[in-house]
């Protein structure tokens, strides 16, 4: 025990970073920019998260949505959707907030050098894998093809507006969207995110498809891709779970034996076929 | 000579009466503030510190709560804070040497497993901090219908973790030095003859409670029984309550809430005991529950006891104590489900033969 001592760590202990820029995306997201204490970088990992505090409001794990590759600070898209993200949505630019992390695995994207890059992306899923496809826009000549799908559920839910414009006019980048339900001014794709895959022409053993959305997405976007004869080995998802402590402890985000804050939250997806509670 | 007996042979020891015994306690206390078990009511025990050593009580089947409410407490304040200016300090935890008096095998051997899983990975302060110094004087004890240790191979007479150990002997005791730290607490006190020389004989004790095969199986049997029947039938008895959790002397999960004072300007963020039997302990943000049925949540805990953890550790992470059996308001017992799951395996073994 005294041995351990040594390397014994004040895990709960958050730094005081500040809100540095705040952007309306959508009736409930908000995009926030944080700058950490002497505007030092955070050096995380494309996928990876930290835990945000506010005092008095609690803490909750928040993916990152911003390219280690663009910094200093970097990017949270924040759902208000319980007590601690109702209240950052009340947070302006200056605002202090406590940041733990970064937490989890993260990509590893000199692993896709080389290969074509296909990303899958269903609602606020967009938000962590955004820093994955940041990265590979920043490395644009180390990677193949880049196609993006998107799906939301309508047209008012659609975020970064500014990026999917850019997106959308980049001659190399395949950006493809699709809404559940349009509304009077939609002229775009109509239906869930799997309608989107059949009709890609793809290199399969040389594509790497990576899946983030809501629990439901998964298991009809991992049929699509056996249909498209995608090798398991080539697919990546990002699993969303309770990751209250993050540092492998609270056992609140355990899937089986794997703690998502430790070995996730991005997994290879041959490793969590085998665990019935993952998707 | 048996290899427990021959173990147990090798240690310097003392004859010390029942009064001695008392007197040792006052001693101790003199060097380190001293936990012991006390009653608690007619039929309860809990670890108390000690005021009057007279009030310790040396047999006794379990206390309620494990010890590791000393190393993990039910709630604990990780910081303090200040909403207004929004800053925050942790508070001291002071490393002081504390001895844990009359502690059974069962208990050394959960805090072994919760040493195991507060350091692996991220070495967490807090934990190593009341741990560091810890002292234990263990005792031996008579299993009742819920103990079940020997099962998953810990002895009543295991002295591994402990300083000293107290093994009852005629109108009074055997007691062990086992390590320096024992020896130097023995060496300081002046009420103890010189060494005894008798033989020590343990009587093997009955257990009644069983697990019907040998430990080392285990890990096996729960290779195969993922999707068995045995969990919805006790999930059906089951009510959810998590008493087994919390009263679990290895489980060691938590919830994290900030609780602010009446001024609204300080507050606390604070750690309580939580458990993987409680409805809530799965869900995500949006709603979305991935252990949503008693059958799924039972599963879980049970795989992390003999399974999930073990595959790293390699140690079983149920020790045998018979709390969760003993304490649960529907009379579910651990070995029951074991031994159920057991016969599953053995009916599915026997069909994929034939």
Known sequence: MENLAQHAEDLYCPEIATITRVETLTASEKRFEITMPGNRPLNHKPGQFVEVS??????????????PTR??????????????TDKMHLLEAGSQ?????????????????????????GGIGLAPLKSLIDYTLDRRND??????????KNPAEILFPEEIEKWQQQTDIEFVMTVDQADEQWQGHVGVITTLIPPLELDVKNTIATVVGPPVMYKFVLMSLKGKRIPDENIYLSLERRMKCGVGKCGHCQINDTYVCQDGPVYHYPHVKQLEEAV | MNALDEKLNRFTKYKISEQTLRKFIDYLKQQAPVFAPHHNGEASYSY?????SAEVVLSYPRTMQPLKKYFLPPREVLLNFNIKDNTFSKPEIIEETRIFFAVHSYEMASLKRLDYSFTQGHVESNYVSRRKYAIFVGISYTPDESHFSKSVGIDV????????????VGDGYFLLEITDTGKRLVEGFPGLAAPDTTEIKTEPLQFKSKIKYHHNRLPAVFDHVYKSKVWDKYAEICVGCGTCNLLCSTCYCFDIRDEVDLDAEHGTRTRYWDGCMLNTFAEVAGGENFRGSLARRTRHRLYRKFKYITAKSEMLHCVGCGRCSHFCPVGISMTDIVNDLITDYEEKQNKEKI
Do not use: H, W
């Not at chain 1, 909750?60 to 949505?65: D, G, H, K, L, R």
């Not at chain 1, 695995?105 to 899958?120: A, E, H, S, V, W």
């Open chain 1, 71 to 84: 910094g200093p600070s970097f990017d949270l898209t924040v759902r208000a959707t319980g007590r601690l």
């Open chain 1, 143 to 152: 990677f193949g093809r880049i196609i993006i799908l998107y799906g939301t």
């Open chain 1, 97 to 121: 907030i406590g940041i733990r992390g970064p937490f989890g695995n993260g990509f590893d994207p000199q692993d896709f050098k080389g290969r074509d890059m296909l990303f899958i992306c």
């Open chain 1, 54 to 67: 506010i005092f008095g409001f609690g803490e909750a794990p928040i993916s990152i949505c911003s390219s």
């Open chain 2, 48 to 52: 108390e510190c000690v005021e009057n």
């Open chain 2, 157 to 168: 007479e295991e002295t591994e973790g402990f300083d000293l150990f107290l093994l009852p």
